[in-house]
């Protein structure tokens, strides 16, 4: 991922660049920048929280993860250690490089306990992680970043994202500070080989190098019962790699 990492097509935040966006994407870029702050290239973050094993009924159980992300083209590495019982854990590895999004775990590090991809459908879903997750590093969400923008209401917005043949795309839902709080979007399910309504929420935010992001988030499914969460986590740890 790193090799093929190149720069994106501009170095510096510049509020012209945004004037034409739909008014709370405008407002959002105002909050969390500043102007002439330096455009991400590669991200690496630290995480730790919990995730839930099976379905709504099933147990949280703590993890720790270190990801890796570039920006041109859009990419990432997740690699989590999810805590199962004392001394036995499962890896697990999430990343989309190259076009390609896949999915595999292991338990006790050796034993295969699920695998996914690349197909076009976990292609399309992994590119929809990345987008959920660009409020950590927002400059990603730049037209100068390869994102646009449609407008919805005056607090939403549809973003996409596209990487040679795979497209993603989700809505940002905005609060009346301009901060993003929630992300939402059909996605490919691998559990259960199905498209599900998919949400993700953002909260507390601080400034973190220069710029304002969310340290907590929750993922889950939307189902007939209400929102099903599977991953609740925090940023322990964020570094940004500008410039070319």
């Known amino acids: 991922m790193r090799r093929s990492a190149g720069p994106v097509t501009a170095e510096l935040y510049d509020p012209d660049d945004v004037t034409d966006l739909p008014a709370p994407v405008r407002r959002y870029f105002e909050t969390v920048l500043q102007t002439g702050h330096p455009l ?66 292991n338990l006790l590090g050796a034993i295969p306990v699920a695998s996914a991809g ?71 399910r691998q559990e259960d080989d199905t498209v599900a309504p998919w949400v993700g929420r953002y909260g507390a935010y601080e400034e973190r190098r220069g710029t304002l992001i969310p340290t907590e988030a929750e993922v889950g499914w939307i189902t007939d019962d209400g929102e099903a969460p599977y991953w609740r986590g925090s940023i322990t740890d964020i570094e940004y790699r500008t410039g070319g």
């Open 40 to 105: 991400a290239r590669e991200v690496r973050l630290s995480q730790e929280g919990d995730f839930r094993l099976g379905d709504a009924d099933g147990s949280w159980r703590p993890f720790t993860a270190s990801q890796v992300y570039s920006v041109s083209p859009p990419g990432y590495v997740w690699d989590a250690r999810i805590e199962l019982f004392p001394f036995a854990s499962a890896r697990v590895l999430d990343a989309y490089v190259d076009g390609e999004g896949l999915l595999r775990a």
């Open 118 to 188: 690349p197909d076009a459908r976990m292609n399309e879903a992994e590119l929809q992680r990345y987008l959920s997750e660009t409020p950590w590093f927002p400059t990603a969400l730049l037209p100068a970043a390869g994102v646009t923008w449609k407008g919805i209401d005056d607090r939403t917005a549809r973003a996409s994202v596209d990487d040679g043949d795979v497209t993603a795309t989700a809505t940002f839902h905005f609060d009346d500070d301009g901060l993003i709080t929630r992300l939402t979007a059909d996605r490919y």
